[in-house]
């Protein structure tokens, strides 16, 4: 009850995520620096693996503490941004689709995530199902706060 409240709370704080200028390095490099820079905490450091990037559409497993789930972002003007976080809900082709992703795109993302994912030891990987809902992502990065908590 507690999480269906938070993802309907989260919902309502829509505002845009802008990232600044790319900076040099690979593309999960730039994703992992991106989430680690708007959620990491001193008593919880947000551990983000796998990152799967193709064309212009990534998804970025992450967890902290003793939640967990899946980011999607999207490459706009050589800046990544974040789209929308969920955990089962964004992990297939059809769910990428419908977030806009290419199909060609949705069909490899889903295959390397699902790869990727079932290399990973298995109490980790349960950790992605556990962010109920979708949270769209149009904000900044006090938007996504409730999920990791606050910085401080």
Request: contains cysteine.
């Given at each position: 009850?507690?999480?269906?409240?938070?993802?309907?709370?989260?919902?309502?704080?829509?505002?845009?995520?802008?990232?600044?200028?790319?900076?040099?390095?690979?593309?999960?490099?730039?994703?992992?620096?991106?989430?680690?820079?708007?959620?990491?905490?001193?008593?919880?450091?947000?551990?983000?693996?796998?990152?799967?990037?193709?064309?212009?559409?990534?998804?970025?497993?992450?967890?902290?503490?003793?939640?967990?789930?899946?980011?999607?972002?999207?490459?706009?003007?050589g800046s990544w941004r974040i789209i929308l976080c969920a955990g089962d809900g964004?992990?297939?082709?059809?769910?990428?689709?419908?977030?806009?992703?290419?199909?060609?795109?949705?069909?490899?993302?889903?295959?390397?995530?699902?790869?990727?994912e079932a290399r990973l030891p298995p109490e980790k990987a349960a950790m992605f199902?556990?962010?109920?809902?979708?949270?769209?992502?149009?904000?900044?990065?006090?938007?996504?706060?409730?999920?990791?908590?606050?910085?401080?």
């Open positions: 009850m507690l999480r269906k409240a938070l993802v309907a709370l989260m919902s309502l704080m829509i505002v845009p995520v802008a990232c600044m200028a790319a900076p040099t390095g690979s593309d999960e490099a730039f994703i992992s620096q991106l989430l680690h820079g708007m959620f990491d905490k001193p008593q919880e450091p947000l551990s983000v693996e796998p990152i799967l990037v193709s064309g212009k559409h990534a998804v970025a497993d992450w967890a902290q503490g003793e939640m967990g789930g899946r980011a999607l972002l999207r490459n706009e003007h964004i992990k297939t082709r059809d769910a990428l689709a419908r977030a806009g992703v290419p199909l060609a795109d949705a069909e490899r993302l889903e295959k390397d995530l699902s790869s990727a199902s556990r962010f109920e809902g979708i949270a769209m992502m149009n904000g900044d990065t006090d938007q996504h706060k409730p999920a990791h908590g606050s910085k401080e």
